[in-house]
């Protein structure tokens, strides 16, 4: 059974920091190419970032570009996103993916919420 631990999220002022983590389980990780994804309230869920699998490579939102940083440990079946600069609009749930072909995998998310 696949399953994610998604951590890290919580309440943080504008212009601070943060770093998600999501560990994995239940699937070959170095094969899944993995993204973090996220919901606002009223909004659709969008592509924050997203790491291949082999090789490595990132893409970005245009919202996550130069303030945002995925990651991945595959000894340790870890992704992070480390987001810097949050912003208010930052606010959301945000979820972890693994993708592989048609498969997809979903954790259930962690909250982050930026307020002043």
């Known amino acids: 059974q696949v399953q994610f631990v998604e951590s890290g999220g919580g309440l943080v002022q504008p212009g601070e920091s943060l770093t998600l983590s999501c560990v994995a389980s239940?699937?070959?990780?170095?094969?899944?190419?993995i993204s973090w994804y996220r919901q606002a309230p009223g909004k659709q869920r969008e592509l924050v970032a997203r790491?291949?699998?082999?090789?490595?490579?990132?893409t970005y939102s245009d919202s996550a570009k130069g303030r945002f940083t995925i990651s991945r440990d595959n000894t340790k079946n870890t992704v992070w996103l480390q987001m810097n600069s949050l912003k208010l609009e930052d606010t959301a749930k945000y979820y972890c993916?693994?993708?592989?072909?048609?498969?997809?995998?979903w954790g259930k998310g962690t909250l982050v919420t930026v307020s002043s």
């Open positions: 790491i291949t699998s082999t090789p490595t490579n990132t």
């Open positions: 993916n693994a993708n592989r072909y048609v498969i997809n995998y």
């Open positions: 239940g699937l070959t990780f170095s094969l899944f190419d």
